[in-house]
């Protein structure tokens, strides 16, 4: 080999040695020994429900009276092995298979745009795969707060009460014929669509014949485009329940105008459906979202029907307030509910002679959430920033 050619072979190799300790530098959220992607590393997958195995044991608790300590029993176990089974038949038919690495930094990243209201990169595909394995806790979640409406732990308004108690998620009607539309907003990979799902499949007992549900999701990121029709046959196979329908529905941007071209196929879709989510997706961007005065949140709650449910998570509740000012300042006829300690905002769109408000515990809970950004305001301002997690011997 000339010198030349070592001197170029060195230099790859330099580079090469650079770039992988760069990538292995990089700040990472570790994952720990629940997670799906480290189970299945050590061969720790194993008795996954078939649909007939999820179908006899809805059929086993359909006698149980909602709102009951069983049937919160008997939602949890039947609930706990149905999300199984969809993460399991996703991951045997992943578009790409996931990369823990990548993950890993995608995992910190989300954190990090929380706290500056940035919104990190989805870019690449493996760590999208990666997400759409670990986090379908957000599916139970929202799955919980359907039936929560039937826990006597829980108060909520009677307005937010009858839309959800009286829709296909918790109520089965063999006569409706009209499908249920649901629009999921920043919805990539399909977590919400897998929620209403969920609540659907068990309130219907396990019945295949179960409702027409249609999900809409749209995204910034592009790429969720092919994990979301995998999520949607995933949970349609695993749950046995041929007439739900998760679609990808186009581009979405919360930060522009509904009139913006990134909003065009969204825009069409908003005044036939029935419950609008946003999830864990309107921190991250707060910066814009602010800039632009929240001009696609007062559009999007102008533009719909009433009767429209909104569901809006987040990780922390410091937005809320702000998104209150807006709905009072500018659509007063919407009601407006807070679950458990705040990390979801719930609306429904009432008629025009509808007036907004709050109960006085909710009230006492808008106050805490204006403390809790303020102090968030200050820390960012004093240089706080948040660490990787120390991994001893890295």
């Given at each position: 080999?000339?010198?030349?050619?070592?001197?170029?072979?060195?230099?790859?190799?330099?580079?090469?040695?650079?770039?992988?300790?760069?990538?292995?530098?990089?700040?990472?959220?570790?994952?720990?020994?629940?997670?799906?992607?480290?189970?299945?590393?050590?061969?720790?997958?194993?008795?996954?429900?078939?649909?007939?195995?999820?179908?006899?044991?809805?059929?086993?608790?359909?006698?149980?009276?909602?709102?009951?300590?069983?049937?919160?029993?008997?939602?949890?176990?039947?609930?706990?092995?149905?999300?199984?089974?969809?993460?399991?038949?996703?991951?045997?038919?992943?578009?790409?298979?996931?990369?823990?690495?990548?993950?890993?930094?995608?995992?910190?990243?989300?954190?990090?745009?929380?706290?500056?209201?940035?919104?990190?990169?989805f870019e690449d595909r493996s760590a999208r795969s990666g997400y759409a394995l670990?986090?379908?806790?957000?599916?139970?979640?929202?799955?919980?707060?359907?039936?929560?409406?039937?826990?006597?732990?829980?108060?909520?308004?009677?307005?937010?009460?009858?839309?959800?108690?009286?829709?296909?998620?918790?109520?089965?009607?063999?006569?409706?014929?009209?499908?249920?539309?649901?629009?999921?907003?920043?919805?990539?990979p399909a977590y919400d669509f897998v929620a209403v799902a969920l609540a659907s499949?068990?309130?219907?007992?396990?019945?295949?014949?179960?409702?027409?549900?249609?999900?809409?999701?749209?995204?910034?990121?592009?790429?969720?485009?092919?994990?979301?029709?995998?999520?949607?046959?995933?949970?349609?196979?695993?749950?046995?329940?041929?007439?739900?329908?998760?679609?990808?529905?186009?581009?979405?941007?919360?930060?522009?105008?509904?009139?913006?071209?990134?909003?065009?196929?969204?825009?069409?879709?908003?005044?036939?459906?029935?419950?609008?989510?946003?999830?864990?997706?309107?921190?991250?961007?707060?910066q814009l979202l602010r800039e632009s005065n929240f001009i696609f949140f007062k559009?999007?709650?102008?533009?719909?029907?009433?009767?429209?449910?909104?569901?809006?998570?987040?990780?922390?509740?410091?937005?809320?307030?702000?998104?209150?000012?807006?709905?009072?300042?500018?659509?007063?006829?919407?009601?407006?509910?807070?679950?458990?300690?705040?990390?979801?905002?719930?609306?429904?769109?009432?008629?025009?002679?509808?007036?907004?408000?709050?109960?006085?515990?909710?009230?006492?809970?808008?106050?805490?959430?204006?403390?809790?950004?303020?102090?968030?305001?200050?820390?960012?301002?004093?240089?706080?920033?948040?660490?990787?997690?120390?991994?001893?011997?890295?």
């Open positions: 080999m000339g010198i030349v050619s070592k001197v170029c072979f060195f230099t790859l190799f330099i580079l090469v040695e650079v770039q992988a300790f760069s990538a292995e530098a990089l700040p990472r959220k570790r994952l720990g020994k629940k997670s799906f992607i480290q189970k299945q590393e050590r061969g720790e997958i194993q008795n996954i429900a078939t649909p007939q195995e999820l179908y006899d044991l809805a059929q086993k608790y359909s006698d149980r009276k909602p709102g009951s300590a069983s049937y919160r029993r008997a939602w949890k176990h039947w609930c706990v092995e149905a999300i199984s089974a969809i993460r399991y038949d996703l991951s045997q038919n992943l578009p790409y298979p996931a990369d823990k690495s990548k993950f890993e930094h995608l995992f910190y990243n989300l954190g990090v745009a929380a706290d500056n209201g940035v919104m990190p990169s670990e986090f379908f806790n957000r599916s139970r979640d929202l799955a919980d707060l359907f039936f929560d409406l039937y826990n006597p732990m829980y108060n909520f308004s009677d307005t937010w009460t009858e839309a959800i108690v009286d829709s296909p998620m918790l109520k089965y009607n063999d006569r409706r014929e009209k499908s249920f539309k649901v629009i999921s907003l920043g919805g990539g499949a068990f309130s219907a007992n396990g019945r295949t014949i179960g409702h027409h549900i249609e999900g809409k999701i749209f995204d910034y990121e592009t790429g969720w485009s092919d994990l979301v029709e995998a999520m949607g046959h995933s949970s349609r196979r695993a749950l046995n329940q041929p007439k739900m329908n998760c679609e990808w529905g186009g581009k979405c941007d919360i930060t522009r105008s509904l009139t913006d071209a990134n909003n065009e196929n969204l825009n069409v879709e908003i005044y036939d459906c029935q419950v609008i989510i946003c999830q864990y997706c309107i921190a991250e961007n707060a559009e999007l709650f102008q533009k719909a029907a009433p009767n429209t449910c909104f569901i809006l998570s987040e990780t922390t509740p410091r937005l809320w307030s702000e998104f209150y000012e807006l709905i009072k300042t500018n659509i007063p006829e919407i009601q407006v509910d807070f679950y458990k300690s705040g990390r979801q905002m719930l609306l429904v769109k009432k008629h025009v002679d509808y007036e907004t408000s709050l109960s006085k515990e909710d009230g006492l809970k808008l106050i805490e959430f204006e403390r809790i950004a303020k102090d968030h305001e200050k820390k960012i301002k004093l240089g706080w920033e948040r660490q990787s997690m120390k991994v001893k011997g890295v």
